[in-house]
């Protein structure tokens, strides 16, 4: 993966996605203070329309780096107030972040583990063109006369001819046997052929994938950064955010009717995970289950 300053020095070639315009860069150069090397992320320097999947990895980077920076910020104010030993501290972080931080963590990686399952079915239904009844005579010939040649002479024609498309798609479209490729060759002429016939699509698939690689990596570090702060072993995070991340970070919800102003109204509410209780949803709430 190409750093910014080789984009930005014209040393490597950037990803499409990839924008010169700075103030469209989000996030920091590392997950916490200190610059630690372990702590070292990637920044989101890419740009794409509302509701392509550019931007939706660029939201759940974003709602990444605030969680962490929110949970940070309350560690702050939680040991400045004096009121809680360094355990109450620890057990007032865990609290909140059990219905906000570690809720809004998971489902930013859920959009993103969304966003590379549609990269991977993408990818998945690129094929390779069916040969017309004409061409798939050609291809038999083809094959034929590679079988019955010696094994240098048919080592020399397919180094001299393997770029040639007939001859890539006559050995794809069959067996190995058939042509007396050796499969493993097969193979990496199906994958060229692959690249001939769908190159600019793959090309933007590689370059979906390496902004998803960025942000997953984020997601990853963010959620461990949150344990860090809270101030917990691993197995204690681990209980605590198995009940923030289940349903995806969606808060248990239903749906109650209520009589306001003599008439009957429907009221979302949510279950509210620290306080162990009922609650109205707030309008971001209702949003998201929408």
Same mark, same amino acid.
């Given at each position: ?16 996605? =990839?924008?010169?315009? /700075?103030? %469209?860069?989000?996030?920091?150069? *590392?997950?916490?203070?200190? #610059? +630690?090397? !372990? %702590? +070292?992320?990637?920044? =989101? ?31 702050? /104010?939680? !040991? ?10 620890? /057990? $007032? ?29 993408? +990818?998945?239904?690129? %094929? ?5 009844? !004409?061409?798939?005579?050609? *291809? #038999? ?5 590679? +079988? ?11 180094? !001299? ?25 097969? $193979? *990496? &002429?199906?994958?060229?052929?692959? $690249?001939? @016939? *769908? ?9 979906? @994938? ?18 860090? &702060? &809270? ?5 204690? =995070?681990?209980? &605590?955010? #198995? ?19 003599? $008439?009957?109204? @429907? ?17 971001? /709430? ?5």
């Amino acid at each position: 993966m190409a750093t910014i300053a080789q984009i930005m020095n014209g040393t490597a070639s950037p990803n499409r996605y =990839f924008t010169s315009d /700075e103030a %469209k860069w989000a996030g920091p150069s *590392h997950i916490a203070p200190g #610059k +630690r090397p !372990e %702590k +070292r992320i990637g920044r =989101f320097v890419y740009d794409g329309p509302d509701d392509s999947p550019i931007a939706k990895l660029r939201a759940s980077y974003e709602s990444a780096i605030a969680a962490v920076d929110t949970l940070r910020t309350k560690r702050g /104010e939680t !040991e400045k107030s004096g009121q809680f030993t360094p355990l109450g501290v620890t /057990e $007032q972080l865990a609290r909140g972040a059990v219905t906000d931080e570690i809720p809004a963590l998971r489902r930013a990686r859920a959009a993103v583990d969304k966003v590379k399952a549609d990269i991977a079915e993408r +990818r998945g239904s690129l %094929k390779l063109a069916k040969p017309t009844p !004409e061409q798939i005579e050609e *291809h #038999k010939e083809i094959r034929t006369a590679m +079988r019955m040649m010696g094994r240098e002479q048919r080592e020399a024609f397919l180094k !001299e001819h393997r770029t040639d498309p007939t001859v890539a798609a006559a050995i794809v479209n069959a067996i190995p046997a058939l042509s007396g490729v050796d499969p493993l060759i097969r $193979q *990496h &002429i199906a994958h060229e052929q692959l $690249q001939r @016939e *769908h190159g600019e699509a793959l090309s933007e698939i590689a370059d979906l @994938e390496e902004v998803a690689l960025v942000v997953d990596e984020v997601t990853g570090k963010a959620r461990n950064e949150l344990r860090e &702060i &809270i101030g917990t072993s691993r197995e204690v =995070f681990e209980s &605590i955010a #198995k009940v923030g991340e289940a349903r995806n970070g969606e808060l248990p919800m239903k749906v109650e009717q209520r009589l306001i102003n003599g $008439q009957q109204v @429907e009221v979302c509410r949510v279950f509210d995970m620290a306080a162990r209780e009922w609650r109205d949803a707030s309008a971001d /709430e209702v949003g998201r289950a929408a």
